[in-house]
């Protein structure tokens, strides 16, 4: 059996998880659009990805934290 990487661990937080997508990418003045992005560059792509799980693991700890 082969695992994949992109599956969710709760699918039902995907429609969130791409809104936050969106979120992120504007914030970081990054042309994400729905459909092909294939002009963007890694750097522009792995920015997205990097800044979505650093403000996940703020919240996290602000939740852990009790604030």
Do not use: C, R
């Not at 750097?43 to 996290?60: A, H």
């Amino acid at each position: 059996m082969t695992s994949s990487s992109n599956n969710s661990a709760v699918p039902e937080a995907k429609g969130a998880l791409n809104k936050f997508k969106y979120e992120v990418a504007n914030e970081l003045g990054v042309p994400l659009t729905d459909g092909y992005n294939g002009d963007l560059t890694s750097k522009q792509n792995g920015s997205v990805g990097g800044y979505m799980v650093k403000k996940m693991i703020e919240q996290q700890e602000k939740q852990m934290a009790g604030k």
